[in-house]
């Protein structure tokens, strides 16, 4: 024990900047002659004492093991795709591409320049800064949130004004009823999961048609068809006014346009949501009653509008707090995404540049990515960081196809080799986050955390704000705020959130609640449109060419021969991150498809049977596991995989074709067709 105790040196808290809900706490015990021994602080109110199975596993292997990580720029010495790299030096790797740069913007201009990023890292500088970069210069942008989730921003923008201000988690100490739609905690919030639910009194409720493990410790789960969403929520909205349950004072005050769906309403009756949902009317019945009691917060998830119809559904699902008052009080509300930096009082736009842009580019939607960087006369250059396309994005064979091109100036910045690296010109090697100072955030709980540095970059990789620095100053660019070195930037966001605190008083605290007490979001009932109302009738939406109010609509069935393709989130993956991780590969085990006992028994499959799923987009084979919980005509496989580590250039988004969602021009992923055979 005694030599132990004498190789510990410090411990450093930090906090996980990952694309997830809980925004995580993190010690950093580092040791003499050993690695930095990453843990969960017991003394975040999210994490208490424990990281989530991923992240334990790759903040202690992958992501600290130099022999993984990209250590150096590389130059492509192979054929695109062929990940044939040699190493060069970071003066000669900045300027191939200023050259590069700045030829096409004299030539073309700079929209010619398409960069793509997502949320590979959610800490505030390495995340917004290097939008500075490309404002300044005008260059093209894929929508980041068209892999994702725009439609439901769209959606609840017409509806409530704003997406991105909901419930604070904490009122839920005060709900009778929280209801989940479309997301599996279990997997994409952990904590939230083991802890938030668990310690509130409510009663769970979730509608997913997956029987997922969140699901499956609800007091209530509805398993409907997908698709059907926004009939399910007519149906719930019928049964809450034949209880007595609308707010009728609430609504009056407070919502514009609520006339206008009463009869469409009252024509969902119960026989009639079960015919469009699948849901028993026991059921549904059951759930408006719970719902009904309130006070009630109703939690939609991400995956909920990747689908067609997926903002039509947001809308209206919304008016279930929008018609009961669940709104503004303690233990009510609704959240989709909370966007605590901005409730915290940082300054988005001038973090990320955006009065830096004089003549912006295009901006273009990750649906039609593949398509657009085929046409070598739109882009002449991609730039990639913070996201790996060729494992996530849509239509996979079409877009390795296109960023084939040899014409297509090609740089990606990485923490690892990706897919994507692997079609690159240049690679730059980015820092991960226990290599720098920055701020992290939760996209649910109101909590602001430090991120501090643990340990000394590996090889020379650089944070990405800091790549962007150079690169400007490479490419003669003289703009100051191109330059602001991190320190400066982290002391006016903590000047902007106004705490208190600077900085080194933030890294010993680890974190802190952008309030004291619970706040009630919308308390006053204004409201951030038009009107100043829930806009439950929008001539907005109207003016857009979409229905006046919300419609109580189903995704059109399953072609014959067709199953629905549902790619849900992973235990062991976050999106694509970790899938490199070895130890999570193998207790992830191989790809897999979920099938019906009787959809596999009519194809003649067995568990362990090797399927094809194919559609006019592409194939994919993968493991058969036959679950009784899933239901007929639907398949289900995990997403995040990464297509180089499966044996081949494919993944599941290999089928994913690239239909657009009614809102946002957004992912439908959810209503992927395939056909299944047995091989």
């Known amino acids: 024990m005694r030599g132990l105790v004498s190789k510990m040196k410090k411990t450093i808290r930090t906090s996980c900047p990952r694309d997830c809900y809980d925004g995580c706490g993190v010690l950093a015990e580092i040791r003499d002659d050993a690695a930095p021994r990453i843990l969960g602080d017991p003394k975040h109110p999210v994490t208490r004492g424990r990281l989530c199975s991923k992240c334990a596993i790759a903040y202690n292997g992958v992501w600290q093991d130099s022999d993984s990580r990209l250590n150096y720029p590389l130059r492509r010495i192979g054929d695109k795709g062929s990940a044939k790299y040699e190493r060069i030096s970071w003066d000669f790797a900045l300027e191939e591409i200023a050259t590069n740069l700045n030829r096409i913007i004299q030539q073309d201009g700079a929209e010619k320049i398409l960069h793509t990023h ?97 699901a499956a410790t609800a007091d209530l789960h509805l398993q409907l068809k997908p698709g059907s969403d926004a009939a399910l929520a007519f149906g719930l909205l019928h049964v809450l006014r034949e209880l007595g349950k609308f707010d009728e004072s609430y609504i009056d005050d407070h919502t514009l346009g609520a006339d206008e769906i009463v009869e469409t309403i009252d024509r969902c009756d119960p026989q009639w949501t079960h015919s469009q949902t699948g849901i028993p009317v026991e059921l549904l019945v059951n759930a408006a009653e719970i719902y009904g009691t309130g006070p009630s917060l109703l939690w939609c998830g ?52 955006a009065g830096l842009c004089k003549q912006p ?46 014409d297509l100036f090609t740089v990606v910045i990485d923490c690892f080799p990706t897919d994507t690296a692997a079609y690159a010109d240049i690679v730059l090697p980015a820092a991960s986050f226990l290599e720098f100072d920055d701020i992290t955030w ?38 100051p705020t191109l330059f602001e070195d991190d320190e400066t ?37 204004k409201f951030e449109t038009t009107s100043g109302k829930i806009e439950i009738a929008s001539n907005t ?29 992973s235990k062991w993956r976050l999106n694509d991150s970790y899938a490199n991780d070895p130890t999570i590969a193998r207790r992830a085990g191989p790809a897999t498809a979920l099938i019906n006992e009787t959809d596999a028994a009519r194809i003649g499959a067995t568990d362990g049977s090797r399927l094809r799923l194919r559609n006019v987009t592409g194939s994919i084979d993968l493991v058969a596991q036959v679950d009784a919980n899933v239901l007929a005509g639907v398949v289900i496989s ?27 021009e957004s992912s439908s992923v959810h209503a992927t067709e395939v056909i299944v055979e047995v091989l």
Request: aromatic share 8%; proline share 7%; glycine share 10%.
């Open 489 to 525: 930037l982290i002391d006016r966001m903590m000047m902007e959130m106004n705490v208190g605190l600077d900085f080194a008083g933030l890294k010993s605290r680890g974190h802190f609640y952008i309030s004291d007490d619970p706040i009630l979001m919308f308390e006053n009932g």
């Open 361 to 406: 580019g295009k901006t273009i939607s990750h649906m039609d990515l593949a398509t657009r960087l085929a046409n070598p006369d739109e882009f002449k250059a991609l730039i990639t960081w913070n996201t790996n396309p060729l494992a996530s994005a849509a239509d996979q064979g079409a877009l390795r196809k296109a960023v084939s091109r040899t």
């Open 638 to 664: 995990y997403k995040g995989r990464w297509p180089s580590l499966e044996g081949g250039a494919v993944n599941v988004n290999s089928v994913h074709t690239p239909i657009k969602t009614d809102m946002g």
């Open 541 to 569: 939406a109207e003016a857009l060419g979409l229905p006046r109010t919300p419609q109580p609509s189903v995704d059109r069935q399953t072609k014959d021969g067709h199953f629905r393709l549902l790619t849900p989130a």
């Open 442 to 479: 939760s996209y649910f709980h109101l909590h602001i955390g430090a991120q501090a540095k643990v340990m000394e970059p590996v090889g020379e990789s650089l944070p990405n704000q800091e790549i962007f620095r150079r690169l400007a100053r490479k490419m003669n660019l003289v703009e």
């Open 302 to 353: 991400q995956g909920l509008q990747r689908q067609p119809n997926g903002g039509n559904i947001m809308r209206a699902i919304g008016l279930l707090p929008s018609l009961t008052g669940n709104i503004g009080k303690p233990g009510a509300g609704f959240c989709y995404l909370n966007f605590t930096p901005g409730m915290a009082g940082i300054n988005w736009d001038t973090l990320g540049g």
């Open 118 to 214: 997502y949320t590979g890292t959610l800490s505030l500088i390495a995340y917004k800064f290097p939008d500075r970069f490309f404002n300044y210069l005008g260059a093209s942008v894929v929508d980041p949130d068209s892999i994702c989730n725009a439609a439901g921003h769209v959606a609840w923008n017409l509806l409530f004004g704003n997406s991105l201000k909901g419930f604070d988690p904490r009122t839920a100490k005060d709900s009778n009823c929280i209801l989940v739609w479309g997301a599996n905690p279990s997997h994409s919030a952990p904590h939230a999961h083991e802890h938030w639910l668990e310690d509130s009194p409510a009663k769970i409720i979730v509608i997913d048609p997956i029987y997922s493990e969140s």
